[in-house]
C-alpha cells in the first residue's frame, strides 16, 4: 500500500502494526495452549491411541461434556477428514507469519514465493476438510458459519493467488492480509471458548445453566455444545469486523477528516448548496 499521509500518520500505522502483532502472538499461544498440544499429546496421528486417551480423561463437570465432543473426531466418518485437517492446520500456523515478515519478502524473494504456494496448497486442503467437517457436525450453527469461513478464504485465495501469478504486489499483499485475518477466525474459536468456560466456571449466570454433580452426560454435552456454538458466531463476527477496520485505516479511511466546511462558506451560502443537493438526484454537480 503507498502511503500518503504525514510522519505522524506514519507512526500511528506502526502503532498499530506493533498491536497487531502483539495480538496474533497471544493467539499462537491460545491455538497451541488449547489445541495444538492437546492433539499431540491425545496423538491424533494413531486414532487407536487418541481414542483411549479421551476415554480415560476427566470425566466431571465440563469434561464430560467435551469427552463426547472429542470422541466424535475419531468416528469412521469424520477421521478420514479431520486427520489432514490437523496437519494443515499445523503448517499453516507454524509457518504463515513468515510471510508477514519484511526482510524476508524483500531479500528471499524464491523463499517467499515457494512457501506461499505450499500454504496457499495447505489452505484449499483445510477448507476442503473443514467443508466435511462442517457437514458431519449436528450442530446447524458450525455448520452455517463453517460454510460462511469456507466460501471468504477460498475466495481470498483466489484473488491473492491471481495478483501474485501478475506480479500485481499491492492488491496481492491486500488480499493475503485479509486471508490471514479471516484464518485467524480458528484461533479466535479457542479464544472466545476459553472465555465462556471460565465465566461459566466461575459462575456468572445468563448465558448458560448451572449443572450440579447430578446432572447427566447428556446435559453436561448439551452445554458444551452450546458454548461450541456461541464461540463459533463470535469468533467469525470479531475476525470480520476487525480484518476490515485493519484494512481501513491502510487505506487511510480512519484518519482525520479533510475539513470542506471553510471551503463550503467560503464559496456561498452553506444552506443554498445544500438544498442544491438535495434537490439534485445525483447529489452535487461540480463545475
Not at 492480509?177 to 466456571?201: C, D, E, K, N, P
Not at 445453566?209 to 463470535?234: I, R, Y
Not at 480512519?254 to 471553510?262: A, G, L, Q, S, V
Request: with cysteine.
Amino acid at each position: 500500500f503507498q502511503s500518503t499521509t504525514a510522519t505522524t500518520t506514519s507512526a500511528k500505522m506502526k502503532t498499530r502494526d506493533k498491536i497487531v502483532v502483539v495480538w496474533f502472538s497471544f493467539l499462537y499461544v491460545v491455538i497451541w495452549a488449547y489445541s495444538l498440544a492437546n492433539l499431540f499429546e491425545t496423538r491424533f496421528w494413531d486414532k487407536r491411541y487418541a481414542l483411549s486417551n479421551i476415554m480415560e480423561g476427566p470425566h466431571e463437570g465440563l469434561g464430560r461434556g467435551f469427552t463426547k465432543i472429542g470422541k466424535s473426531h475419531y468416528s469412521n466418518l469424520r477421521y478420514i477428514w479431520f486427520l489432514p485437517h490437523v496437519l494443515g492446520a499445523i503448517f499453516w500456523w507454524n509457518l504463515y507469519f513468515l510471510q508477514l515478515i519484511p526482510k524476508i519478502r524483500h531479500n528471499y524473494k524464491p523463499f517467499h514465493r515457494m512457501l506461499g504456494r505450499f500454504l496457499m496448497t495447505i489452505l484449499l486442503i483445510q477448507n476442503v476438510t473443514g467443508f466435511a467437517l462442517a457437514s458431519t457436525s449436528d450442530s446447524n450453527i458450525i455448520m452455517m458459519v463453517s460454510y460462511m469461513l469456507n466460501a471468504a478464504t477460498i475466495f481470498c485465495i483466489v484473488q491473492a493467488w491471481r495478483f501474485a501469478y501478475w506480479r500485481d504486489i499491492p492488491q496481492h499483499k491486500y488480499w493475503v492480509l485479509r486471508l490471514v485475518g479471516y484464518m485467524h477466525t480458528i484461533s479466535l474459536q479457542r479464544f472466545f471458548l476459553a472465555i465462556l468456560i471460565m465465566s461459566h466456571s466461575m459462575g456468572w449466570d445468563g448465558l448458560y445453566p448451572q449443572l450440579d454433580e447430578t446432572a447427566s452426560d447428556e446435559e453436561w454435552t448439551q452445554l458444551v455444545k452450546g458454548m461450541f456454538d456461541d464461540s463459533f458466531v463470535l469468533c467469525i463476527l470479531f475476525a470480520i469486523l476487525t480484518t476490515e477496520w485493519y484494512l481501513a485505516a491502510e487505506e487511510g479511511k480512519m484518519e482525520t477528516p479533510i475539513n470542506n466546511r471553510k471551503k463550503l462558506d467560503s464559496n456561498g451560502d452553506p444552506n443554498e448548496t445544500s438544498s442544491l443537493v438535495a434537490a439534485s438526484p445525483y447529489g452535487a454537480i461540480s463545475a
